[in-house]
């Protein structure tokens, strides 16, 4: 059965999961654009970590920070490879889009790999399918050749 909770990002049974997100990232583009987030930093009282369990299994993960402009970034949504293909990540996408309208903010923001890291097409696909917009940079990074910054408005 599939479950989507709030978890510890430092959890033991988490780490394959954190670990196959941090390698995918940095492998994926020059160290100075990666942002991804490991256990520590997903554990700031700014963040707040789902998992998404079948049965007691963790098959992925994502992760909402606050901004003070009053926005929500998506962060860490990560589907281990092994589960791809289920719609796991749109499952964890319409959550944390839920969780974010009902704490307020007024849009969800992310960062990803820029058109020209083939890693990053199939997450740019779904978020485009989910009806996030291209914008320039979101709360807090600076404009990056790298990076996509893509918006959805919750108004």
Same mark, same amino acid.
């Given at each position: 059965?599939?479950?989507? @909770? ?12 954190? &670990? ?13 654009? +990666? ?7 997903? @554990? ?11 049965? &007691? ?44 309208? +009902? ?7 992310? &960062? ?15 978020? &485009? ?27």
């Amino acid at each position: 059965m599939i479950d989507i @909770r709030l978890a510890d990002p430092g959890a033991d049974n988490l780490r394959p999961l954190i &670990e196959a997100h941090l390698a995918h990232s940095q492998g994926a583009g020059p160290d100075e654009s +990666n942002h991804t987030m490991g256990a520590d930093a997903l @554990r700031e009282p700014h963040v707040r970590f789902w998992v998404l369990y079948d049965d &007691e299994t963790p098959l992925g993960c994502g992760a909402l920070k606050t901004l003070d402009d009053g926005t929500a970034e998506v962060k860490s949504v990560h589907v281990a490879a092994a589960a791809r293909g289920r719609g796991l990540a749109r499952d964890l996408m319409t959550h944390l889009e839920t969780q974010a309208r +009902n704490s307020g903010a007024t849009a969800l923001v992310l &960062e990803t790999g820029a058109a020209h890291l083939e890693e990053y097409s199939a997450a740019r696909k779904l978020y &485009e399918a989910l009806g996030y917009n291209y914008c320039g940079p979101i709360f807090g990074y600076p404009d990056d050749p790298n990076s996509a910054f893509m918006r959805l408005d919750l108004d």
